[in-house]
């Protein structure tokens, strides 16, 4: 098989798309027989082969300004000795590099901020379970700021988010650039870039981010070329959402830079309603009816200050209530 895409840089010279399909068919099925079941040594292996036949560049960029950007944070999986409340700003974002296990969008030791565009697939893609406290963020592009954000499009299978179709037409617009006699190599690549990051990977077993975590890597990883410009924020397919595009990762350094902290708030899971076969109902969790609201951000020292006058004073309207209906049950 061969060893990478472009033969010749310089001249442009490619290998036949039947021979690239070959070799993308050999990684995939590799993804498929689980890279959990590689040793390490071999997974570094596929993972430098796969990182030296991508010897060509597919980004396809555009200015993004989401107005609303959600993040969920299953509380136990962050501080399990402190389950309830987040103390640090720092919190709400991605973990710090040190911490960064490999994710479908960065490689360990990577630190990224993942959101969704709207709550239903941030409660998809997180899943909390059943008398989790979690902790919901939502973020708005700050007022003369954007991100320079890749997007991944399935050729074929792509489902567009509203947020996202703006962009998918100037992707179909950036495809046009490319020569007729390259296209269909083109969406050989994209499918199989696309379909890692649509296939649904078991939280325990993050090896199996390897191909899309390299793909990110590259996009999110290399800083800013010689004329500045950098892509800040990758968009791609949920897989808990039929692959609509609705999921970003954000480079941690640039989240308090690029977004605004609109709100967050403490919830208690109280029932969980993960139907498979209804994907876009609102139900998804019911949460317990007191919850606790930050009242202000000190971003200078780095502190959450939550309102505990509202949290106290809803506990005791919840506590009356439930005894008002209590006597009125006897």
């Known amino acids: 098989m061969i060893d990478k895409i472009v033969i010749d840089t310089e ?17 995939k099925s590799c993804s498929l027989a689980g890279l959990d079941n590689l040793s390490e040594s071999e997974r570094k292996e596929l993972h430098d082969e796969f990182n030296f036949f991508l010897n060509i560049d597919l980004s396809l ?34 973990p710090p590099e040190k911490c960064a296990r490999m994710g479908r969008a960065n490689g360990k030791g990577e630190g990224v901020f993942y959101a969704a565009l709207d709550f239903s697939t941030a409660i998809w893609e997180t899943q909390p379970d059943k008398g989790d ?30 947020e996202s179709k703006r962009a998918y037409e100037a992707h179909l617009q950036q495809f046009t650039n490319i020569h007729q ?12 870039i696309a379909e890692e990051f649509m296939k649904p990977v078991d939280r325990e077993k993050n090896e199996n981010y390897l191909f899309s975590s390299l793909v990110s890597s590259r996009f999110l990883q290399r800083g800013k070329d010689s004329n500045g410009f ?22 941690n350094s640039l989240v308090l830079e ?10 208690t899971v109280g029932e969980i309603n993960y139907d498979e076969t209804n994907k876009t109902r609102h139900d998804l969790i019911m949460v317990s009816p007191l919850i606790t609201e930050a009242e202000r951000f000190d971003f200078e020292n780095n502190q959450i200050h939550w309102n505990l006058k509202k949290e106290l004073e ?13 006597k009125e049950g006897c």
């Open 11 to 27: 001249k442009h010279i490619f290998e036949t798309t039947e021979k690239i399909v070959e070799k993308l068919e050999y990684f």
């Open 133 to 162: 406290f979690i902790t919901v963020c939502e973020w708005k592009i700050k007022e003369g700021q954007k991100l320079v954000n890749h997007y991944i499009f399935h050729p074929i299978e792509t489902n567009l988010s509203d």
């Open 258 to 267: 690029k977004l605004d902290l609109v709100s967050v708030q403490i919830m």
């Open 314 to 326: 809803d506990a005791i309207r919840l506590h009356e209530e439930s005894e008002k209906l209590k």
């Open 61 to 94: 960029f555009s200015d993004s300004y989401p107005t609303k950007l959600f993040r969920i944070i299953v509380n136990k999986r962050l501080d399990k000795n402190n389950p309830y409340k987040l103390q640090k700003i720092t919190d709400l974002i991605g």
């Open 230 to 251: 950098q892509i800040e924020s990758i968009s791609y397919p949920s897989t808990r959402r039929d692959c609509e595009v609705t999921n970003i990762a954000i480079l």
């Open 181 to 192: 006699d390259y296209r269909s190599t083109f969406i050989e690549i994209l499918k199989f």
